[in-house]
C-alpha cells in the first residue's frame, strides 16, 4: 500500500509539507501511517498559520522540526495506549 502523494499531485505548501511528511511517515508502523500522515499535515498546517501571524517565514528545516516532534509524540501516545505507561508524572 502506498502511502504519500505522487510528485505533482498537490501544489503550494501541500506539496512541501507531503514531501517532508514523505520522510517521517515511515517511522511508525504500517497500521498507523496514513492516520499519522493525516494528523501530521494538519500539525504542519498550524504551525505554519503561527508562523504567518507573527510575520515569520517557515523553512523546511522547522518543518522537519515539526515532524520530528509528531514522531516522538506519536511513539509516548502508542508507549500509553499499549502499556499505560506515561514517565512524564514519575516522582
Do not use: S
Not at 27 to 35: G, K, S, Y
Not at 73 to 78: E, F, L, N, P, S
Amino acid at each position: 500500500m502506498k502511502i504519500g502523494y505522487a510528485q505533482g499531485e498537490l501544489e503550494g505548501d501541500w506539496a512541501v509539507f507531503a514531501k517532508i511528511a514523505g520522510f517521517f511517515v515511515y517511522r511508525v508502523p504500517p497500521e498507523d501511517r496514513e492516520d499519522f500522515l493525516h494528523d501530521l499535515l494538519v500539525e504542519m498546517v498550524k504551525v505554519k498559520e503561527k508562523y504567518n501571524a507573527k510575520g515569520k517565514t517557515l523553512t523546511e528545516a522547522g518543518l522537519m522540526r515539526v515532524a520530528k516532534y509528531e514522531v516522538l509524540g506519536y511513539w509516548d501516545k502508542r508507549r500509553f495506549r499499549l502499556f499505560g505507561l506515561d514517565c512524564t508524572h514519575c516522582t
